[in-house]
């Protein structure tokens, strides 16, 4: 059954908390992550995140003239309990 209008205003509005708290981790990411580079003296680092953080990160890292590379997996396969469920 499709949700009620106030339902789906419910979800649309989650989705939308979700999308801009995610956002906000990126800068917050960013942050201490040269944070940490200051603190203990560094020059060279390794952040791992979520896929979904890509483009924000790579973007705040191009602002601070940093330079980054970026790791992407690519799955051809998903196999375990989920099979193509996951995928």
Known sequence: ???????????????DAFYTGTEARDEVFIKKAFDELKANKRKKAVLITGGFHTSGITKALKE???SFVVVTPKITEISGPCGRMCG
Not at 4 to 10: A, F, K, P, S, V
Request: glycine fraction near 0%; aromatic fraction near 0%.
């Open 1 to 15: 059954t499709m949700p009620r209008n106030n339902e789906l205003e419910q979800i649309l509005s989650d989705i």
């Open 64 to 66: 601070k003239n940093a």
